[in-house]
């Protein structure tokens, strides 16, 4: 089956190509001409992606989905959310995201260790976070959504040269390494966007 996935993130499109196999043939935006970023101005990952979604069905008219996803960190009061790409900035790098990432989370945790200091009772901080997707599937003109939650905490350092974005300090719930140092068969089998996804095939499928 031919879908076009509303990304030119080629760590995304290889991922989505692994995680649903050989039944389906993904097509990119740039693919069909579409080179222009496409609109994310909702404040969800829902309305980010059906916002995408809706875009390359009404320039296309083809089968396509889309997702948005973002890493929610409980200490930043599930920042970075919507802004996980951007979160150190429009140019979306990477190292400059978990590079802020961090500091935040010193940060935070410094001011709870000093109101406590103060006698003031406030909770130790946590290092809890999960990653979050939503999938917005349009075929045949209806409109479907999927969603993957991989829950996890956050490192102190990055490790591992493997996954994308935030994977090198992501520590994936019942792991000891960071989602960057697992084999990636392994990290699509658990990750959020993993969980949509074989939602969204087993949906077509079925």
Do not use: W
């Amino acid at each position: 089956m031919k879908l076009v996935f509303a990304t030119n993130n080629e760590h995304k499109v290889r991922e989505a190509s692994e995680i649903l196999g050989p039944g389906f043939e993904l097509v990119t935006p740039a693919q069909l001409g579409i080179t222009e970023d496409i609109p994310e101005t909702g404040n969800t990952f829902r309305a980010n992606s059906q916002q995408k979604a809706d875009y390359i069905y009404k320039h296309t008219g083809l089968d396509c989905f889309a997702d948005d996803s973002g890493l929610e960190v409980d200490i930043l009061g599930g920042a970075p959310g919507v802004e996980t790409a951007r979160y150190a900035g429009p140019s979306k790098d990477p190292r400059a995201n978990i590079q802020k990432l961090l500091a935040e989370m010193a940060r935070r945790e410094k001011e709870a260790s000093a109101a406590r200091a103060l006698g003031i009772n406030t909770p130790h901080a946590n290092r809890k976070a999960r990653f979050r997707t939503c999938v917005t599937l349009i075929v045949g003109g209806e409109i479907h959504f999927f969603d993957g939650v991989m829950e996890g905490t956050i490192g102190r350092e990055p490790y591992g040269k493997g996954g994308f974005g935030y994977d090198p300090v992501f520590i994936p719930e019942g792991y000891g390494v960071t989602a960057a140092q697992l084999p990636e068969e392994e990290k699509n089998a658990i990750s959020h966007r993993g969980k949509a996804l074989r939602a969204m095939a087993a949906f077509l499928n079925g």
